[in-house]
């Protein structure tokens, strides 16, 4: 598992350096998307624990909102990558986007837990950072300019947005 990290972050320095090489870090098939969700769930479980060694426990309920409001990143991240797939003339698999992105996704839930245990408040910065990573995993995935913008919008404003929803929803009852 710490080998395909190391892929990982090799493959995402190498997209984020606009090297055309980067697919060869990553597995893109049915292994490489359960290697990805691993890592998002540790990833996640770490943020979770990160976040109780500053703010306690909180009660059963309270936990299970937690758990689904971090799922809800993968649930943006796939309708994102659905859009874009089904919008454009994008003739690859959709594991060019969701594999790296499941990475970049438990990436940026390690650190927003970092900063909720340093008390830092990082939120707004940690989704338009998600956004134009998003963008430039568009960009090296061939898509032009605006389908790439759109990418990185469409998962800024559903990572910002769906929280919102769970929140209202629970609200309402």
Same mark, same amino acid.
């Given at each position: 598992?710490? +080998?395909?990290?190391?892929q990982a972050?090799?493959?995402?320095?190498k997209i984020?350096g606009?090297? &055309?090489?980067w +697919?060869?870090?990553?597995r893109?098939?049915a292994?490489?998307?359960n290697?990805?969700?691993?890592?998002?769930?540790? =990833?996640?479980l770490?943020?979770?624990v990160l976040a109780t060694?500053?703010?306690?426990?909180p &009660?059963?309920?309270?936990?299970?909102?937690?758990?689904?409001?971090h799922?809800l990143a993968?649930f943006?991240?796939?309708i994102?990558?659905?859009?874009?797939t089904r919008?454009?003339?994008?003739?690859?698999?959709? =594991?060019?986007?969701?594999v790296?992105?499941?990475?970049l996704?438990?990436?940026?839930?390690?650190? +927003?837990g970092?900063?909720?245990?340093?008390?830092?408040?990082?939120?707004?910065?940690?989704?338009?950072?998600?956004?134009?990573?998003g963008?430039?995993?568009?960009?090296a995935n061939g898509? &032009?300019?605006?389908? =790439?913008?759109?990418?990185?919008l469409?998962?800024?404003?559903l990572? =910002?947005?769906l929280p919102i929803?769970?929140y209202?929803?629970?609200n309402?009852f």
């Amino acid at each position: 598992m710490l +080998e395909t990290l190391k892929q990982a972050v090799s493959g995402w320095s190498k997209i984020l350096g606009r090297q &055309p090489d980067w +697919e060869r870090h990553f597995r893109l098939d049915a292994e490489g998307m359960n290697t990805g969700l691993v890592a998002f769930g540790g =990833a996640v479980l770490i943020a979770i624990v990160l976040a109780t060694l500053r703010l306690g426990f909180p &009660p059963p309920f309270a936990m299970l909102l937690i758990v689904i409001q971090h799922a809800l990143a993968l649930f943006a991240l796939m309708i994102a990558t659905l859009i874009v797939t089904r919008l454009t003339s994008f003739s690859g698999s959709s =594991a060019k986007f969701m594999v790296p992105g499941l990475y970049l996704m438990a990436a940026m839930k390690l650190i +927003e837990g970092l900063a909720t245990l340093i008390g830092l408040p990082l939120a707004g910065a940690i989704l338009a950072i998600t956004g134009i990573l998003g963008f430039r995993l568009a960009q090296a995935n061939g898509l &032009p300019l605006a389908a =790439a913008i759109g990418y990185g919008l469409a998962l800024f404003v559903l990572l =910002a947005v769906l929280p919102i929803a769970l929140y209202m929803l629970v609200n309402a009852f």
